[in-house]
């Protein structure tokens, strides 16, 4: 089943939203075990010596070809489908190595229909799945949702660490828990000017906000976090100051987004200095000197590049807004701080345990534990056993079918009747349908939700 030196490994990846499909397509391709992929380049399979064919999960945050362009990973193929189609698919293809780059239940309903689908196959795939970025709510939930993958990626060793003790502390097997790194870190280091307020003849001292589409989530904090941006731009005319935004209005991303910055702004007259930026976090990185947010994955691609790093305490540090995963980081600080010109300094012991360790090397070589037990799965003898979920209908008969019936798959994880699927491409009505559907969601999520929640508070 392994690859040959003429056959590339067969490589899917199923993802709910285009930061899923970015982890997930940069995973499959760090972790493939027939040449590990392009570290240098890992947005780009060819020569890797896999083939890396995507599917994406039709829903709410089916990301649209805008977003797939700026994520900037380049598949072999590339199509939506709905959970049935899916299994259809895994029943009919013949891959080694399957990536479920889902939210935690999605995983579970898909590791019980490719359960019904693989039934008696021992050559069936070897699946994998994790997180996209730091896990800072509903651990044991999301962690015992995506259970019976054999590969759960973690992505530090304080992940690692963290995942091991819920599955033990449950009674489930954790051998599973495999620890890795995010999978898009890289890019050139900061250079370290020592003095911010200055320009240093290359480019203006550079500022970015990065913000998160949920947190947080109130109408008052987000024009409060807006405000104190516009505030720095203004107290600073020589810096370039700059909101990085994950979505246009209209868009969806793994986290629905109420109250788009962009709208929020209009109703400001921002300094020429501060300007709304899209586009690959990486490239935007290229130019930060220093990079701030509440709680966005964003911190620690820059701390893996030495750009220095504020993790915003305005707001207070709490979990709802997922900040006190820094707590330790040495990157805590508020606006008033920054605005005065403080520059943050990492917890070098802190940032090794998160994998970003880029100075000692660490990350060159994250990957090879998961490359080494996919290699050994692929070449077990007689194939691989069934899948094994900790969730069964008798360990949760009143969780698990809730969870299968969203994906419209029974309690043995077999397709339920009317359930969605297709043998060919949406015909042009569909696609209007779909397309009105989708349309009447977000404008429900974005208009209609606030107002009525806004109601009940009165």
Known sequence: MPASATKPLRVAVLAD??????????????????????????GDTAGAGIRLDGYLLRGRATPTARQLGEVGVRADALREVTAVEFLRAMREEPYDLLVLALVGGGVQAMLHGLGRVWEDRPDRPVVVT????????KLADGLLLR???????????????????????VGADA??????ALPFLGGAAHPGEDDPSTEQGRRPYTVVFAAQPSVPAGRED????????????????GREVLLKLRSKPGEHTTHIEELPYQKLARKLDPPP?????YGHMGEVLDRTDLLVTVSST????????????????????????????????????????????????????????????????????????????????????????????????????????GILARHHLGPDGTPL?????????????????RRAARGAYRHGVQRVAPVIRRAGEL
């Open 17 to 42: 939203s285009d930061t899923r499909w970015k982890w997930g397509a940069l995973t499959a391709n760090r972790i493939a075990p027939s040449g590990s992929g392009n570290p240098g380049n890992p």
């Open 130 to 137: 994790g997180y996209v970025g730091v896990v800072y709510e």
């Open 147 to 169: 259970h019976g993958a054999d590969l759960v990626l973690a992505n530090s060793r304080q992940d690692a660490d963290r995942f091991r003790a819920v599955y033990e502390g």
């Open 175 to 180: 051998t599973s828990v495999t620890e890795v």
């Open 222 to 237: 987000r024009t409060y976090l807006l405000n104190r941006l516009v505030e720095h731009a203004r107290r600073h005319p």
């Open 273 to 277: 200095n501060l300007r709304l930026v």
């Open 298 to 401: 964003a911190a620690l691609e820059a701390l893996h590049r030495r750009i220095p790093t504020a993790v915003l305490t305005d707001l207070g540090v709490r979990e709802a807004l997922g900040n006190h995963h820094f707590v330790g980081s040495g990157c805590l600080a508020s606006w008033d701080q920054l605005d005065a010109g403080h520059r943050p300094v990492p917890d070098a012991e802190w940032v090794a345990r998160q994998g970003v360790a880029a100075g000692e090397g660490s990350y060159a070589t994250a990957f090879d534990t998961a490359r080494a037990r996919i290699a050994e799965l692929l070449g077990r003898p007689g194939g691989l056993p069934p899948l094994t979920p900790y969730y069964t209908p008798v360990t949760a008969p009143g969780y698990l079918p």
């Open 417 to 433: 009747p009317g359930a969605p699927a297709a043998d060919k491409e949406p015909g042009p009505v569909r696609r209007i349908v």
